[in-house]
């Protein structure tokens, strides 16, 4: 089992930043895909950005260029984090970090990104 623990989301004015970190513990050997995800209300999840384990990304076409996606192994440990530069009134949701290892997947608990003046 991989645990997932998220944090970094709040309150941020518009077009200020924020910056979300993911940790991987447990069962990390054959994470592949780890992606973050986000839910507005009433709306439906969706793909924000996702980086593979040699490192390659790839972004929804709303964040590109003011989100940037990576990670860090360390040990027993893997970190993800989504750097939000630029934030729009479109943005605010919570944020769900995600894991693919081999054929299963882990969700975060989610993270609440407000974005307001």
């Known amino acids: 089992q991989v645990q997932l623990v998220e944090s970094g989301g709040g309150l941020v004015q518009p077009v200020g930043s924020l910056r979300l970190s993911c940790a991987a513990s447990?069962?990390?050997?054959?994470?592949?895909?780890m992606g973050w995800y986000r839910q507005a209300p009433g709306k439906q999840r969706e793909l924000v950005a996702t980086?593979?384990?040699?490192?390659?990304?790839?972004?929804a076409d709303s964040v590109k260029g003011r989100f940037t996606i990576s990670r860090d192994n360390a040990g027993n440990t893997v970190t993800m984090y989504l750097q939000m530069n630029s934030l729009k009134p479109e943005d605010p949701a919570v944020y769900y970090c995600?894991?693919?290892?081999?054929?299963?997947?882990?969700w975060g608990q989610g993270t609440q990104v407000t974005v307001s003046s």
């Open positions: 980086i593979t384990s040699g490192g390659n990304t790839n972004y």
């Open positions: 995600n894991v693919l290892r081999f054929t299963s997947t882990s």
């Open positions: 447990g069962s990390i050997f054959g994470i592949r895909t």
